[in-house]
């Protein structure tokens, strides 16, 4: 019997995935356990369909990823650190003051976890903050640290 599998089922196959299974197997523990169901041509008409919103779906987030790592490339934020005579600071710029400067400055609410810095911020300069927006889509913002007390 072919089976359509509506969950991931541990070596059998993947969600979506239409498998052949004994009669047995099917009826008296996937179909019990709602993990799948008979891959008639009206369920497989649908797994189709279905399928074919998913991937328009997936392309439309990643157009706007793409959007979105475009606008970035020409903002920039402002972040103050506190430093101690002969310019040397006191700690480091976190993701964390970066991103509270993003949601005050831009507007935008970005998780931290998702921001990655090339060197540590611990002097006033200019740098370029990594985002990554989508698994195939990485975005850059300026990050411009200035002094707190100037």
């Known amino acids: 019997m ?4 509506l969950e991931d089922v541990k070596s059998l ?11 047995g197997y099917a009826r008296n523990y996937i179909f ?3 993990l799948g169901r008979e891959a008639t041509s009206k369920n497989l008409n649908e797994l ?4 074919q919103h998913e991937e328009k779906l997936a392309k439309e987030k990643l157009d706007e990823a793409r959007a979105f790592a475009d606008e970035l490339k020409d903002k920039s934020v402002t972040v103050a650190i506190k430093t101690g005579s002969g310019g040397r600071s006191f700690g480091s710029v976190s993701t964390k003051e970066i991103n509270s400067a993003i949601k005050s400055q831009l ?6 976890k998702k921001m990655s810095l090339d060197v540590p911020v611990k002097s006033p ?7 990554k927006i989508h698994p195939k889509v990485t975005g850059e913002l300026k990050v411009i640290v200035k002094d707190a007390d100037n």
């Not at 300069?125 to 985002?131: D, P």
């Open 48 to 51: 189709k369909l279905q399928k």
């Open 32 to 34: 019990k356990k709602n």
């Open 107 to 112: 507007g935008y609410d970005i998780d931290k």
């Open 13 to 23: 196959g993947k969600k979506g995935e239409v498998v052949k299974v004994s009669d």
């Open 125 to 131: 300069g200019t740098y370029n903050l990594t985002i």
């Open 2 to 5: 072919e089976v359509i599998l």
